[in-house]
């Protein structure tokens, strides 16, 4: 099939890579001239696991290339996915879904023959109905529009492309459906994924209440933290005890420092304001307590490190290891990492951050924080070390406690994403403090 995805960002390049590994024929079309010019060059424009290397497979052989040209797009492709942002509006009431609006009304006014736009971004019950609008008014006969939220997660966003767990499709006529079935054929025919095909409006829901659903399981396991650390029990215990039931499970059930990115806090901020508006007050009230645990988070981390220290952060050497919001991507947008290493150093602390692939985009955002380029050098002489992001370099590596020790002035880490197995850093002479847990120290 000939396919477009427009908007060639940390969901859409990875889309458009994965539909050339599909087998189809694909032009991403992206409005920033520097990103796609990197795009075409055959390589992402930030770091996504595995995303290089399909880009440097696909590129090279025609199969995959990237343009600014949206007319070219539109008319050449028969099926034009949706990937631009929908960011929170300042004021926090809902999306701005301008890039939306816009990518169709420009869309729409190209076309010249049947097609099917498929959109992909996340919005907030309501805007397929407006976007339906468009599309009827402006766009010439047999233009389908489906609804088609991504449920990926940033650092397997190529893995979890071509292997989804289901794959959501808000229609209203067999044709589009016929569309959907044809662009993920491939996928379908391993017989291992749910399709889901449903009316918009409950694809939009549906979207909004699994990423609501997973900042509420977040902060619940936070929240527990909490009252962990007053009563001086281990949430890791209690963590693992909920998980084993079905019902619950152990996914995202890690106390940490709260969800971060460029999804969980404005799609939860975006929905929580969008349900208030539309009078579901139990749930407008469930989603708010959800966020205001998650806001607690900084002072959480920030006290762990305090009690750690034994005094106030100002003045004291502190190795960050970590920037980005999670592990496997350089996404630093919204990062706890970030905020706490901000907050660290506006206390006075001299916070030196390391990351393993995104000190340079940190760099960009936040340029008046110190950073160093490896691990070595933000760990020289630290009287503390924060682990902030889950980065396996520094959580799965036998040897990294070892070797960590060798450089900082105190053995003492404080780890807000309860990555580490204590065992082995107070194997290796380290005293470890985690949120919602008993410290651990090496026996005298
Ligand atoms: N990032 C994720 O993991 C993820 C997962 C699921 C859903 N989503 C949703 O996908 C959407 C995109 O998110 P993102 O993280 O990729 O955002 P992003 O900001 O990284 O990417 C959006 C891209 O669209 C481009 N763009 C905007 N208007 C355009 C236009 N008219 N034509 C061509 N390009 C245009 C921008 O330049 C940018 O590169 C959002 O609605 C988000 O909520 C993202």
Not at 38 to 58: P, T
Not at 180 to 185: D, R
Not at 402 to 417: F, H, M, N, Q, Y
Request: aromatic share 6%.
């Amino acid at each position: 099939m000939r396919v477009s995805v427009i908007g060639c960002g940390h969901l859409g390049a990875p889309h458009a890579a994965a539909m050339a590994e599909l087998g189809h024929e694909v032009v991403g079309v992206e409005l920033n001239p520097e990103t796609c010019r990197v795009l075409q060059s055959g390589r992402g424009a930030f770091y996504e696991k595995g995303l290089d290397e399909l880009l440097a497979k696909h590129v090279p052989t025609g199969r995959l290339r990237f343009t600014s040209d949206l007319a070219e797009a539109a008319e050449w492709a028969d099926l034009h996915f949706l990937a631009v942002g929908t960011p929170l509006r300042e004021d926090g009431r809902g999306y701005d879904v301008d890039q939306v609006v816009r990518s169709v009304s420009s869309l729409t006014s190209l076309l010249k023959r049947p097609c099917t736009i498929v959109g992909k971004s996340t919005v907030t019950v309501g805007t397929v109905a407006r976007l339906q609008e468009i599309v009827s008014a402006q766009a010439p006969d047999g233009v389908e529009l489906v609804w088609n939220p991504e449920f990926l997660r940033e650092g397997h966003a190529v893995e979890d492309t071509l292997y989804p767990d289901r794959i959501v499709a808000g229609l209203t006529s067999p044709g589009a459906q016929k569309a959907i079935e044809e662009v993920y054929a491939p996928i379908l025919a391993r017989n291992d994924v749910t399709l889901i095909v449903t009316d918009p409006p409950t694809a939009e829901v549906l979207k909004s209440a699994a990423n609501a659903f997973l900042a509420t399981k977040i902060s619940y396991i936070n929240a527990m933290a909490e009252v962990c650390e007053i009563v001086g029990a281990d949430v890791s215990t209690v963590a693992y005890g909920l998980g084993i039931d079905p019902r619950i499970g152990h996914g995202g059930m890690r106390p940490g420092i709260g969800y971060g990115g460029g999804c969980l806090p404005k799609d939860t901020g975006a929905f929580t304001w969008r349900v208030g508006d539309l009078g579901a007050t139990h749930a407008h009230a469930l989603l708010q307590a959800v966020e205001g645990v998650n806001h607690s988070r900084m002072d959480a981390a920030t006290a762990l490190v305090e009690r750690a220290l034994g005094s106030p952060v100002d003045g004291a050497r502190i190795a960050v290891l970590g920037a980005s919001f999670k592990a496997g991507t350089s996404d630093v947008r919204n990062s706890p990492a970030l905020r706490l290493a901000g907050r660290l150093h506006d206390a006075g602390a001299r916070a030196v951050i390391y990351d393993p692939e995104s000190t340079d985009a940190a760099r960009n955002l936040r340029p008046r924080y110190t950073y160093a380029d490896d691990a070595a050098t933000a760990l020289e002489g630290a009287d503390i070390v924060v682990l902030a992001t889950e980065w396996p370099q520094f959580t799965k590596d036998t040897k990294f406690p070892s070797s960590a020790g060798e450089a900082v002035r105190c053995k003492v880490l404080v780890d807000v994403r309860s990555a580490v197995d204590p065992e082995a850093w107070v194997a290796a002479g380290w005293e470890v403090w985690q949120l919602g847990r008993p410290v651990q120290r090496p026996e005298k």
